[in-house]
């Protein structure tokens, strides 16, 4: 079946400094959506791409979707403090068909 | 507010023992999406139903069960509870039946079984 694999499973970083989470997936997806956990909370939807190669920007987030259609990335460019919970990208079938399937998820923290 | 709701918020039950949780998707959505997520772990996907009818399994153990009622509200049923058993529970929802579109999440159920 479908894998989502995502890396790293945690990561510390002071306030200021970047931040990437990566995603691969064994097949080829129909679209890849990115979802944000703060602690205590639940997953709330950042962003969709659909294209591949797709780029998308949110203030200080980068979001891309490679060629293939098989992995993805997401870049916090000077991290905050608010920037703090857990990273999921989430892969479409390529059938579109099925359920979402999630990646492991990454864990930020950022230290002020 | 993702207009999911779920309830109970949280729960203890004893090992053995059955319990139902429940969702009622946002106002509009059709499918509905079980998800188990345990302490530091990521989100297991359990099962998907569209309007009423099964559209997706994932890694649902033969004593879980779920169901989408005429009114779209689903019901989780996990029965002869473990230790294990204990995680955070979501109901999602969507209003197409494929992995297309956004999915929102409720606010979770928390099972804590002893």
């Known amino acids: 079946g479908q894998q989502v694999m995502q890396i790293p499973q945690y990561q510390h970083v002071q306030e200021g400094e970047d931040f990437t989470t990566y995603c691969n997936s064994s097949?080829?997806?129909?679209?890849i959506q990115w979802y944000k956990q703060r602690p205590g909370g639940h997953p709330v939807f950042l962003i969709q791409?659909?294209?591949?190669?797709e780029v998308k920007k949110q203030k200080r987030l980068t979001f891309q979707f490679g060629e293939a259609k098989k992995n993805s990335s997401l870049h916090i460019t000077a991290t905050q403090t608010t920037d703090v919970g857990t990273y999921f990208c989430?892969?479409?079938?390529?059938?579109?068909?099925?359920?979402?399937?999630f990646g492991s998820g990454t864990r930020l923290q950022v230290q002020p | 507010d993702s207009g999911v709701t779920q309830t109970p918020k949280h729960l203890i039950t004893a090992t053995g023992q059955r319990v139902t949780l429940r969702c009622s998707p946002r106002?509009?959505?059709?499918?509905v999406y079980w998800y188990q997520q345990s302490l530091d772990q990521g989100l297991q996907f359990l099962i998907h139903?569209?309007?009423?009818?099964?559209?997706a399994k994932g890694n649902i153990l033969e004593r879980f069960s779920a169901q989408q009622f005429p009114d779209l509200h689903s019901e989780l049923n996990l029965s002869s509870l473990e230790l294990g058993d204990s995680a955070l529970y979501f109901c999602?929802?969507?209003?197409?039946?494929?992995?297309?579109?956004?999915?929102?999440f409720g606010e979770g159920s928390w099972l804590t079984v002893v």
């Open positions: 139903y569209y309007n009423g009818e099964e559209r």
């Open positions: 106002s509009g959505d059709l499918s």
């Open positions: 097949t080829t997806l129909s679209n």
């Open positions: 999602a929802s969507s209003d197409v039946s494929h992995s297309g579109n956004t999915i929102y």
């Open positions: 989430a892969g479409g079938g390529d059938t579109g068909r099925r359920a979402l399937t």
């Open positions: 791409l659909v294209k591949s190669g």
